[in-house]
């Protein structure tokens, strides 16, 4: 199985920071990574897919990089609704595998 | 907007049985693959199974193969997980999420609100 690594495991930013996330896989994955946004009891919210692309709806503060084994998920300008954990996936092969997750909490 | 909505969770015995269900509305069911994913009290997600569009085509992790079994049925609009043989460490949230694909491509777009699976004596 491809192991997905995240750093850091948690940050504290304050509104209007830029905040960058990082997501490693143990082997290439090409741009097969998504990137999940989940607040506390409620349910992981698709952001970014094939490692740059926006899902709809998405704020464009969000951003994506990265190809191969690193990728990049950032913030430009955090906002209040932003503080959450983020989960990076990869499902360029089987079985599909998230990352740990970043906590994005309050400076 | 897509919604899916789980349901069946709760409280059962090492051993146990559960089967939850995941309906979904405004989507062309049988166009889409479905998985489960679940997350255990305070960690991170994991996928559990998948099944595609058709139904023809099922997935699971190896730390439920031969225990769990999803399954689909177009007619209801809604996939079901039977879980069997029910351990303490498959205490979890579990959700359901929407492929964007018939096959399973595990390129996640929806995700339903999720049901708390809790097995302890």
């Known amino acids: 199985d491809i192991q997905m690594t995240q750093s850091p495991s948690s940050l504290s930013a304050a509104v209007g920071d830029r905040v960058t996330i990082t997501c490693r896989a143990s082997?290439?994955?090409?741009?097969?990574l998504a990137w999940f946004q989940q607040k506390p009891g409620k349910a992981p919210k698709s952001l970014i897919y094939?490692?740059?692309s926006l899902q709809s709806g998405v704020p464009s503060r969000f951003s994506g990089s990265g190809s191969g084994t690193d990728f990049t998920l950032t913030i430009s300008s955090l906002q209040p609704e932003d503080f959450a954990t983020y989960y990076c996936?990869?499902?360029?092969?089987?079985?599909?595998?998230f990352g740990p997750g970043t906590k994005v909490d309050v400076k | 907007e897509v919604q899916l909505v789980e349901s069946g969770g709760g409280l059962v015995q090492p051993g146990g049985s559960l089967r939850l269900s995941c309906t979904a509305s405004?989507?062309?069911?049988?166009?889409?693959?479905m998985s489960w994913v679940r997350q255990a009290p305070g960690k991170g997600l994991e996928w559990v199974s998948g099944?595609?569009?058709?139904?023809?085509?099922?997935y699971y992790a190896d730390s439920v193969k031969g225990r769990f079994t999803i399954s689909r049925d177009k007619s209801k609009n809604t996939v079901y997980l039977q879980m069997n043989s029910l351990r303490a460490e498959d205490t979890a949230v579990y959700y359901c999420?929407?492929?964007?694909?018939?096959?399973?491509?595990?390129?996640?777009?929806?995700w339903g609100q999720g049901t708390l699976v809790t097995v302890s004596s």
């Open positions: 999420a929407k492929d964007w694909y018939s096959s399973c491509y595990y390129l996640f777009d929806y």
């Open positions: 405004r989507i062309t069911f049988s166009s889409y693959a």
């Open positions: 082997q290439g994955i090409s741009n097969s």
């Open positions: 094939a490692a740059i």
């Open positions: 996936q990869q499902y360029n092969s089987y079985p599909p595998t």
């Open positions: 099944i595609s569009g058709s139904g023809d085509s099922t």
